[in-house]
């Protein structure tokens, strides 16, 4: 559907800095207040929009309201921009987007939405710890390499996929910019069955 812009000061915010825009109380920000009204009578307090960039291009935006004043989590920004990152590469797939539409109306708390979106996209997402220990992982890693979730979170990232550099120069290369590095690696199913795979590595920000 058509989408006014001028509407949505917020999202034009998220797009022209390319960076999050986030409003704990819709009342006291400068920028809605235009539009405050429209929003309490549609019982929204809080918003965060986050850019969804690829190559420099904002291609959309992720866009989440809350019904009471709130601030949001730093493991809730962290999800935000991993399915950020792998909405950027799906995001020709409008599949992807139906089903999320589809299950973000039926769900209230904002870390069940960024869980939906997470374990339905198409790509493999690891949230590494800095050691490279797999802190979390969407449903697709457990369907293609045939592991648990039990069995994957933890996990050393070079025991799943194989190929990878180090994790010193993987955490030299994220943080010399914000712009992805592409990796060839291979994914090890429980199987004992290969997949080769191109991985995106970029540095999470709060």
């Given at each position: 559907l058509p989408v006014t812009l001028g509407k949505y000061p917020e999202v034009v915010e998220a797009?022209?800095?390319?960076?999050?825009?986030?409003?704990?109380?819709?009342?006291?920000?400068?920028?809605?207040?235009?539009?405050?009204?429209?929003?309490?009578?549609?019982n929204f307090h809080s918003l965060l929009v986050l850019p969804i960039v690829y190559q420099e291009t904002v291609l959309g935006t992720l866009f989440l309201r809350a019904s009471r004043k709130r601030s949001f989590s730093a493991d809730e920004m962290k999800f935000c921009r991993v399915v950020a990152h792998a909405a950027a590469s799906a995001i020709k797939n409008s599949m992807l987007y139906q089903k999320l539409e589809q299950h973000a109306k039926e769900l209230e708390q904002t870390s069940d939405r960024i869980r939906v979106m997470f374990?339905?996209?198409?790509?493999?997402?690891?949230?590494?710890?800095?050691?490279?220990?797999?802190?979390?992982?969407?449903?697709?890693?457990?369907?293609?390499?045939?592991?648990?979730?039990?069995?994957?979170?933890?996990?050393?990232?070079?025991?799943?996929?194989?190929?990878?550099?180090?994790?010193?120069?993987?955490?030299?290369r994220a943080a010399e910019g914000p712009s992805p590095a592409y990796y060839q690696a291979t994914l090890a199913g429980s199987d004992r069955t290969c997949r080769d795979l191109t991985v995106t590595v970029a540095r999470l920000f709060v």
């Open positions: 797009m022209v800095r390319k960076q999050p825009v986030i409003i704990e109380d819709v009342e006291k920000s400068d920028l809605m207040r235009p539009y405050v009204d429209e929003l309490l009578k549609l374990d339905h996209s198409p790509d493999i997402i690891l949230q590494l710890e800095a050691g490279g220990s797999v802190q979390e992982g969407n449903q697709t890693v457990e369907r293609l390499s045939g592991l648990a979730r039990k069995d994957i979170l933890g996990q050393q990232v070079e025991r799943l996929l194989l190929g990878l550099p180090s994790m010193e120069m993987l955490s030299q």
